[in-house]
């Protein structure tokens, strides 16, 4: 089935510092969704890209979609502690089937 | 108010037990999920069911019986639990097909079994 790649596993900036998380997958994702979760929280839905090369902005956090649909990213500028969590990207499938990356876990040192 | 609501919040139990997971949405939703998430939080979808009738079923072990009295509520059911039933199970809802597919995620339930 259909598998997505979500990479770095971890990262620790210092606030005011950027963070990057990147999905990518060998097959054609058909509706990206990126959630947020805290620790010892649920997820929290953040987005949907659809069309291909999408971007989309939320304050300080940028999403972009790949041209060819196999990629995506999520960007927070100038990191704060509230930004906290997991960042998971997941592929709606069919049947709204949500396939999860691993999720990348972000902590920002004050 | 309370979108997605599980009960309950923690769940200790041991071996060979059989345990239910309670969930309910009132946001109006025709289709309900649940998601196992291990302890690498993982997150896996393991059911989906559309106004009472299932539409997903990844490979679950066929201890897990979902069942969906109205499409308000979707319960867990499983039988003679396992170590590796140990996780933290997600109920989330839906309403996919009206251009919002975000999916509303209930708090957790923590399912230890010892």
């Known amino acids: 089935g259909q598998q997505v790649m979500q990479i770095p596993q971890y990262q620790h900036v210092q606030e005011g510092e950027d963070f990057t998380t990147y999905c990518n997958s060998s097959?054609?994702?058909?509706?990206i969704q990126w959630y947020k979760q805290r620790p010892g929280g649920h997820p929290v839905f953040l987005i949907q890209?659809?069309?291909?090369?999408e971007v989309k902005k939320q304050k300080r956090l940028t999403f972009q979609f790949g041209e060819a649909k196999k990629n995506s990213s999520l960007h927070i500028t100038a990191t704060q502690t509230t930004d906290v969590g997991t960042y998971f990207c997941?592929?709606?499938?069919?049947?709204?089937?949500?396939?999860f990356g691993a999720g990348t876990i972000l902590r920002v040192k004050s | 108010d309370t979108a997605v609501s599980q009960t309950p919040k923690y769940l200790v139990t041991q071996m060979g037990n059989d345990k239910s997971i309670k969930c309910e949405q009132n946001?109006?939703?025709?289709?309900m999920y649940w998601y196992k998430q291990d302890s690498k939080k993982f997150l896996k979808i393991m059911f989906s069911?559309?106004?009472?009738?299932?539409?997903i079923n990844e490979t679950v072990p066929n201890r897990f019986s979902p069942k969906s009295p109205d499409k308000a509520h979707l319960n867990l059911h499983i039988n003679s639990l396992e170590l590796g039933d140990s996780a933290v199970y997600f109920c989330?809802?839906?309403?996919?097909?009206?251009?919002?597919?975000?999916?509303?995620f209930g708090p957790g339930t923590r399912l230890t079994v010892t």
């Open positions: 989330a809802s839906s309403r996919p097909g009206q251009g919002f597919d975000e999916q509303y």
């Open positions: 890209l659809v069309k291909s090369g």
């Open positions: 069911y559309n106004n009472k009738e299932l539409i």
């Open positions: 097959t054609t994702l058909s509706n």
């Open positions: 997941a592929d709606l499938e069919y049947g709204n089937k949500l396939v």
């Open positions: 946001l109006g939703h025709d289709t």
